[in-house]
């Protein structure tokens, strides 16, 4: 069965340490991945996509089919980053099936 | 423009009764996605509508339905509420139309907040 696990409910870091999120997938076919996140007050929004292979505000993930891994990471955490972070796999047509989250709290 | 927008904010039912969601989607686009989002918990699929007709649907129970109107807006109707039930509703727009591709980026609404005592 697909299966999206983030084993970290919270996180917690200080400002301008590295911050790395798990996230472990089960999937049978060629996944997609992405990372969306909810800032306090805002709406859940995509943060980024494994296919683009981009860094989006210093977060990059890579794709590890070999360990079935999609662990997003910022090597210099900003209080800004301060936010819920869910990882998901899309099915076809647009279906995602997300983790349980995790709760990312920098402080100064 | 507004983006994904919701109504209800909040609203709050009692067991067996019936809750009508609704939902307009971003501007442009013609695919509407509904999650359910328990508490503490990352959004669960229920379905997802495309010309109308639902495409794909998750493990929820017929008590579950939905609909899309012409002008691309949906809604989502619970029949005999549980206590269960009680979560944030999330509405979900992307474009498909064409593309004949996965799409995984979605626009959410802020959600509809539902409480059944």
């Known amino acids: 069965a697909q299966r999206v696990t983030q084993p970290e409910k919270l996180l917690s870091v200080f400002k301008g340490a590295p911050v790395e999120l798990k996230c472990n997938y089960s999937?049978?076919?060629?996944?997609?991945l992405f990372w969306y996140v909810q800032y306090s007050r805002q709406r859940l929004q995509l943060l980024l996509r494994?296919?683009s292979r981009e860094s989006i505000k210093g977060f990059t993930a890579d794709l590890n089919k070999g360990e079935t891994s999609f662990h997003l990471k910022k090597p210099f955490a900003q209080e800004e980053d301060s936010a819920m972070y869910y990882c998901?796999?899309?099915?076809?047509?647009?279906?995602?099936?997300f983790g349980a989250g995790t709760q990312v709290v920098v402080t100064p | 423009d507004a983006g994904v927008t919701q109504s209800p904010t909040h609203l709050i039912k009692t067991r067996g009764q019936q809750v009508t969601l609704r939902c307009s989607p971003k501007?442009?686009?013609?695919?509407v996605s509904w999650y359910q989002q328990a508490l503490g918990q990352g959004p669960q699929f229920i379905f997802q509508?495309?010309?109308?007709?639902?495409?794909q649907r998750g493990n929820f129970p017929d008590r579950f339905s939905g609909h899309q109107f012409p002008n691309y807006s949906s809604e989502l109707n619970v029949n005999a509420l549980l206590l269960g039930d009680s979560a944030l509703y999330l509405c979900?727009?992307?474009?498909?139309?064409?593309?004949?591709?996965?799409?995984?980026?979605?626009?959410f609404g802020e959600g509809s907040r539902l409480t059944v005592l």
């Open positions: 494994h296919i």
């Open positions: 501007s442009g686009h013609d695919t």
């Open positions: 509508y495309y010309e109308e007709e639902e495409r």
């Open positions: 979900a727009s992307s474009l498909d139309r064409g593309s004949g591709r996965r799409t995984g980026e979605l626009f």
């Open positions: 998901a796999l899309s099915h076809s047509w647009g279906k995602l099936q």
């Open positions: 999937y049978s076919g060629s996944p997609e």
